[in-house]
């Protein structure tokens, strides 16, 4: 009797061929996804919802790690060799100085952890929202003489953005040698004409690649979410700000856009270089120019430049977190858009509520991506259950990244406290040991604080059962959003 091959039929053979490829994905992400909670995540997904999620696991799930870490690894190396002629670490004293700073000392794992040292004698500026971030950079910018080197993970064709293009073509018909990276995925809104109008103007632009394969084509995985630029090598920025109309606060209904930048000079902006370098040698096989300054101060502060990355040896961004708060001995104050800690983390903010330190967390009250706001969420109140107060802020969207350590460290930069910061994105933070910033910082996040509502335990009883689910099903696959 001939088989009947209707659509009946059909479909069943399709949702049992789904379910199948969904099985072999499971095995595959339990037998190559990096962390125990990401194959978790990946693996329980894919075998109860295969519909949903096969397709975005080969696109972002099929990483090839291994294979891209050793090639970014590679050409990291070559790097180096390349700017080993360059004697590009002048900076000896400045070095013995911090290495014998007892703030330091309480951190004696960074020397370990981190690949660039800490540095004395050093100037940071405290830049309070996109206003004035901007009006430093396009200051500096303006008044470049040599060297432009600017890094971004979005970069938007609107007012914000044309302002930055006109200014760097007018530096480049000035002779400045202008050097731009932005994202390919982070900056995938942005038009052809506008980086052509550039390219054409003399500027060196670049988007950062996610090399090998189809689906890498694709690969949301690796993405450079660094904020940087350098001026003559002599001045610096670093920061959670991005280029575009919304972190000036100008779209609803996230404005008004809370962020932070700083400006730096000293030593450490050749860290800054350094860092930008290794990212336009992995996107052009080129080193970009460098400037060292004829002289340095002969004081300031203490300095150290935390670029940290998928190919690192160490898990750098989780572990620097880890260790900062496991120094605290009086306060954590902490910052982030994003509140998604892996176990280390939130097991040292548990032991500092023990030890009797003030932790404090302050998230945003309006939520960009859904899903992230409701496995935050979920961490805020067991944050909350722990011991740590939760602050919520009201005005706007909050996406600095911010952390004040008792009254001398402070970390200001682009990586937030979530998975993809600690494990698959490419981040920078400048970490400062000085009291009087750390003062600032502190009456900055006192203001932050007053513009915002803690959270009550009675806030978790109003909850909804099916916020409540909506949370935890959120949680299940925050390893991998």
């Known amino acids: 009797m001939p088989m009947d091959f209707g659509i009946p039929h059909l479909f069943a053979y399709l949702i049992a061929a789904i379910h199948t490829l969904g099985v072999f994905a499971a095995v595959h992400a339990v037998l190559t996804v990096r962390t125990a909670q990401g194959a978790i995540a990946w693996a329980l997904s894919l075998f109860f919802m295969p519909y949903l999620t096969l ?24 790097m180096h060799r390349a700017m080993a002629a360059l004697d590009w670490r002048p900076w000896v004293e400045e070095a013995l100085a911090a290495r014998e700073a007892p703030a330091y000392q309480r951190l004696r794992a960074l020397s370990r952890l981190v690949r660039m040292p800490c540095l004395a004698n050093n100037r940071v500026r405290l830049l309070i929202d996109g206003e004035a971030a901007f009006a430093a950079i396009f200051a500096a910018l303006a008044n470049a003489r040599q060297v432009i080197l600017l890094q971004f993970f979005i970069i938007r064709d609107d007012v914000l953005g044309r302002r930055l293009q006109e200014l760097l073509l007018q530096r480049a018909a000035a002779g400045v040698q202008v050097y731009l990276l932005y994202d390919g995925i982070g900056s995938h809104a942005l038009p052809r004409p506008y980086t052509e109008r550039l390219r054409a103007g003399g500027v060196n632009i670049r988007a950062f690649p996610t090399h090998g394969g189809l689906f890498n084509r694709f690969q949301l995985n690796f993405r450079n979410h660094r904020k940087i630029v350098v001026v003559d090598g002599e001045c610096g920025f670093l920061g959670g700000l991005n280029v575009g109309d919304e972190y000036l606060g100008h779209r609803p209904p996230l404005a008004p856009w809370r962020d932070t930048h700083v400006e730096v000079s000293g030593p450490v902006v050749a860290c800054l270089q350094e860092s930008f370098a290794a990212d336009w040698f992995w996107a052009s096989q080129q080193l970009p120019p460098l400037l060292l300054p004829a002289i340095y101060p002969n004081e300031g502060m203490l300095c150290q430049v935390i670029d940290s990355g998928p190919a690192d040896n160490l898990e750098t961004c989780s572990l620097l977190f880890t260790e900062t708060i496991l120094s605290a001995r009086e306060r954590v104050w902490i910052t982030s858009p994003y509140f998604i800690p892996d176990e280390a983390l939130f097991a040292a903010l548990r032991l500092a509520v023990l030890r009797g330190v003030d932790v404090r967390i302050l998230l945003p009250a309006r939520p960009d991506h859904r899903v992230v706001y409701a496995a935050s969420s979920l961490y805020a109140f067991e944050a909350l259950r722990a011991g740590i107060r939760v602050f919520r802020y009201q005005p706007g969207f909050l996406h600095q990244k911010v952390m004040l350590i008792d009254r001398e460290v402070a970390t200001i930069g682009s990586a937030n406290l979530d998975n993809r910061s600690f494990r698959l994105n490419f981040e920078i933070t400048l970490l400062t040991l000085d009291s009087q910033f750390a ?6 996040l006192i203001e932050d604080f007053e513009q915002s509502r803690e959270l009550l335990a009675a806030d978790r009883k109003n909850l909804h059962r099916l916020q409540q689910l909506a949370m935890r099903v959120a949680r299940l696959i925050s390893p991998i959003l």
């Open 439 to 444: 003062a600032e910082v502190e009456q900055m």
């Open 55 to 78: 397709l975005p696991y080969l696109v972002f799930g099929r990483s090839r790690f291994d294979a891209y870490i050793k090639a970014r690894r590679l050409a990291d190396q070559e």
